[in-house]
């Protein structure tokens, strides 16, 4: 396997080390093939809600499975699941299901220029919104994180209809819709997580709307991670903007490879069999992924879920931030509900360009230092953490508690 790896930020190439071999996991912890225990905030990158091995979904994919693992045919659970992302996202009247989030948001690339007839695409410096070529330009998440250029492997013909802007800068985004005409669509982590977690400044997503609107563009949410994470109806509940396009991951599938987009059902009718936009995927809606999404969905109609969330994550930020400053070292600590990152910078992070100035060696350290006390932490400065419902206080107290002696041992190197 290249690099040892099958995705490039498990090689621990920003934080220096061997990675972890994963043998099980089950609540908020991982156990490795040593049978080390770990707290764990990196939660498969973010569709642990329920923790890992939550009983209820093992017990049901035991018995779907039974019946079989993919039919390459429609099946009841498929509809289920849809009518739960309809239900729970303000944008979404039809929904496609995928298999991942890059499928994702390849497919709503692809919708918005064959929609608009338009061919060029807006993105913001640091998102990173799968892997497909024309996302490849000014990339974060482990493109940041190794360092890469910005798009090698993508022809230069293709990627010149990718135009970045830096995230919470309304000028530079009015500046290019002046500039250009042809622009399909501006897709957008409504909440960064792939750069760490960088929230919109007030007012910056209303803004982007606006001037989609204004010039007949689409606007794609990149909710595969935020969607039913930071509220059950996403980003876009939460700051109450309604894209054109909203593209979910991670939590819908319940752990299991997924992805899906949508949006309004003049705009989806775009999309093959019912319009002449091609689409298709072998294992889209297998049943396994269905059956793992539609029991944490339902699990997810609780609003006690998001405000326990909300309590434990607050909690760990905040202890994670005291005990930076009692050790005498700067971080920054984002968070938007039980997404965060603590930034090694001194300056407040709201876009690629701030976010680049942490300080990647400490953070190194601070990993190496924090996986010594038992708690692993996403192995990339640029990476959001997540909490999750088995996150318990007395699991929060700890993590503050190993917290505390990472940073004193660093501030001791230093």
Partial sequence: MPGGVNSPVRAFRSVGGTPLFIRSAVGPTVTDVEGRVYIDYVGSWG???????????????AAVAANGTSFGAPNELEIELAEEIVAAVRSIEMVRLVNSGTEATMSAIRLARGATGRDKLVKFEGCYHGHADSLLVKAGSGVATLGLPDSPGVPASLAQHTLTVPFNDPAALE????QQSDIAAVIIEPVVGNMGCVPPQP??????????????????????????RVARGGAQELYGIT?????LGKIIGGGLPVGAYGGSRDLMRHIA??????????????????TAGLLTLRRLHDPRVYETLEQR?????????????EAGLKTVTNRVGSMWTSFFTEEQVTNWAKANTSNREVYGRFFHAMLNEGVYLAPSQFE???????????????????????????????
């Fill in 47 to 61: 569709p642990m809600i329920l923790g890992h091995a939550d009983a209820e979904i093992v017990n049901a994919l």
């Fill in 175 to 178: 500046d290019v819709f002046k």
């Fill in 203 to 228: 007012g910056f997503l209303k803004f982007v709307r606006e001037v989609t609107l204004k010039h007949g563009a689409l606007l794609i949410f990149d909710e595969v991670m935020t969607g039913f």
């Fill in 243 to 247: 894209p054109d396009i909203t593209c």
């Fill in 273 to 290: 069999p019912a319009g002449s936009i091609y689409q298709a995927g072998t294992l889209s809606g297998n049943p396994l992924a269905m």
């Fill in 313 to 325: 994550s607050a909690k760990l930020c905040e202890g994670l931030s005291q005990a930076a400053t």
């Fill in 384 to 414: 959001a953490g997540f909490v999750s419902i088995t996150h318990t206080d007395a699991i929060i107290d700890e993590t503050i508690k190993a917290s505390r002696k990472a940073f004193q041992a660093l501030s001791k190197d230093a």
